[in-house]
């Protein structure tokens, strides 16, 4: 029975081994370049960080022309971002919280007001991450984006109002307001202390 | 005359010895049985504890795949992309979506000129470019447009709402 044992284990080992790498990568970059973001790869598993998102930018950068040191380094970069939305967001964010936060670290949002945001709030804050990066995005300085959030969520806004601040932003710009002056006409109109929480 | 007669009285006793019926010890048995089964028993134990480990692994593993399989059927949007480019031979839209594939989502040109797809997405962000004429990098007019520092390509945002806004 041992040796029946030893030989199924070794039988599936290498298909164990075949579950941590990623086919899309396997089949789409140069053989040393998936092995170094198969290795990226690995940290994050390690680390319990979304994986998937770092296959797409690495396949981003080869469909994007891009060689392989640049990938592998874009492909660690997000990975960094990944790890420092983890520690501010704690061990409990899920993924897509986890992307939220490290799109906003990158997109400049400062660590200090998502720090904040948690303290703020309990449940997920992809949405209010996800609002900041969109106003930077949209042209609004990321200071004055994430304290404009911030002060929603201090006031109990949920997701819906947030969502619409930024619709109603998106409107104003297209009518040509300027992105930062979008932000204050449409901060100007909420009420300095929302509604009471559900 | 017989055999016997001409045998030593000692072998005539060996002999008379080893015709006579052996009769066992009645716990014999008994104890062979048990030691049969100390060996065997303990085996087939094991094995079917095995098996109920399995068991119970496989119908782990088929919760867990029928829970993904729910959360995986949260309703996905139709999402409609266009971009107005009459000079353009061929327009395709890569992304997260498709994993930048450039030949997995063509887009098709209308008579004005205008270029369109419409895509089925689920709720989530999703970043993505045209790539127009299989060269050229083209951000989404009407969408936000993103600094793309690893790949100095235009990149442009998509948020598809889900369950939550």
Do not use: C
């Not at chain 2, 395709?92 to 030949?103: E, H, K, R, S």
């Not at chain 2, 063509?106 to 127009?132: F, I, Q, T």
Request: glycine share 6%; proline share 7%; net charge neutral.
């Amino acid at each position: 029975m041992k040796r029946l044992v030893l030989i199924a284990a070794f039988a599936v080992l290498p298909a164990a081994r075949g579950l941590a790498q990623d086919p899309r990568l396997q089949a789409r970059l140069d053989p040393l370049v998936a092995r170094a973001v198969e290795a990226q790869l690995d940290s994050a598993r390690a680390a319990r960080l979304p994986a998937d998102p770092l296959v797409r930018k690495a396949l981003e950068g080869r469909t994007k022309g891009a060689d392989g040191d640049r990938i592998v380094a874009a492909v660690r970069a997000l990975r960094l971002a990944l790890a420092d939305a983890r520690a501010l967001l704690g061990g409990a964010a899920q993924d897509a919280e986890l992307m939220s936060g490290a799109n906003a670290l990158r997109a400049g949002i400062p660590s200090t007001h998502i720090l904040t945001l948690r303290r703020e709030r309990d449940g997920s804050l992809h949405v209010p991450l996800d609002i900041m990066t969109d106003l930077v995005a949209r042209g609004v300085r990321p200071a004055e984006a994430a304290t404009a959030v911030e002060r929603l969520v201090r006031q109990g806004r949920n997701d819906a109002d947030l969502v619409r601040l930024r619709e109603q932003i998106d409107q104003d710009i297209q009518t040509g307001l300027a992105p930062q002056a979008a932000l204050d006409r449409r901060l100007a109109g909420v009420p300095a202390a929302g509604p009471p929480r559900p | 005359m017989g055999d016997t007669e001409r045998l030593d009285p000692l072998l005539e006793r060996a002999v008379q010895a080893l015709k006579a019926p052996v009769e066992l010890d009645p716990g014999l048995d008994r104890r062979v049985l048990t030691l049969i089964g100390r060996e065997s028993a303990p085996r087939v134990l094991r094995f079917r504890r095995r098996v109920t480990w399995v068991s119970a692994l496989a119908a782990a593993a088929a919760v867990i795949l029928l829970v993904l399989m729910n959360n995986a059927t949260a309703p996905d949007s139709m999402v409609r992309f266009a971009i107005q480019h009459p000079s353009a031979q061929s327009i395709t839209i890569v992304g997260d979506f498709n994993d930048w594939d450039p030949a997995l989502t063509p887009m098709a040109r209308s008579s004005d000129g205008e270029w369109k797809a419409d895509l089925e997405l689920a709720p989530g962000r999703y970043h993505y470019s045209y790539l127009v004429n299989g060269s050229t990098w083209v951000a989404d007019p009407v969408r936000p447009a993103i600094p793309d520092s690893d790949f100095d390509a235009p990149t442009s945002l998509l948020t598809v709402q889900g369950s939550s806004p």
